[in-house]
């Protein structure tokens, strides 16, 4: 996400520098919430493996049912935030616009 405007020379520009965190900020919260989703789906499975018996939804530390709502939580957010920051008519919605 950094690499392209640092190697543009743009990474020091505000609206630059605020895509590239608001686009790792989105795909950091949508990875984790399929590392949510993948937990929960394979939890059975996992119990049965020397090291991913450790996972918290494995272990029996979350529930299937908590590890699906953050997950689908986790996914809502980061599609949303995705429309507001790449939809232009949404963006004009937020408080703080940036183009």
Same mark, same amino acid.
């Given at each position: 996400?950094?690499?392209? +405007?640092?190697? &543009?020379?743009?990474?020091? =520009? +505000?609206?630059?520098?605020?895509?590239? &965190?608001? !686009?790792?900020?989105?795909?950091?919260?949508? !990875?984790?919430?399929?590392?949510?989703?993948?937990?929960?789906? /394979? &939890? !059975?499975? /996992?119990? #049965? =493996?020397? #090291?991913?018996?450790?996972?918290?939804?494995?272990?029996?530390?979350?529930?299937? $049912?908590?590890?699906?709502? @953050?997950?689908?939580?986790?996914?809502? @957010?980061?599609?949303?935030?995705? @429309?507001?920051?790449?939809?232009?008519? !949404?963006?004009?919605? $937020? +408080?703080?616009? @940036?183009?």
């Amino acid at each position: 996400m950094f690499l392209a +405007p640092l190697a &543009a020379g743009l990474l020091s =520009h +505000p609206i630059a520098l605020w895509k590239s &965190a608001a !686009a790792f900020a989105i795909v950091s919260l949508a !990875a984790s919430g399929t590392y949510f989703l993948n937990d929960a789906r /394979d &939890a !059975a499975g /996992d119990r #049965q =493996h020397p #090291q991913k018996k450790n996972r918290p939804v494995a272990a029996g530390t979350i529930s299937p $049912l908590l590890a699906y709502v @953050v997950a689908a939580a986790l996914i809502v @957010v980061s599609l949303t935030l995705a @429309v507001m920051v790449l939809n232009p008519r !949404a963006r004009r919605r $937020l +408080p703080c616009t @940036v183009r």
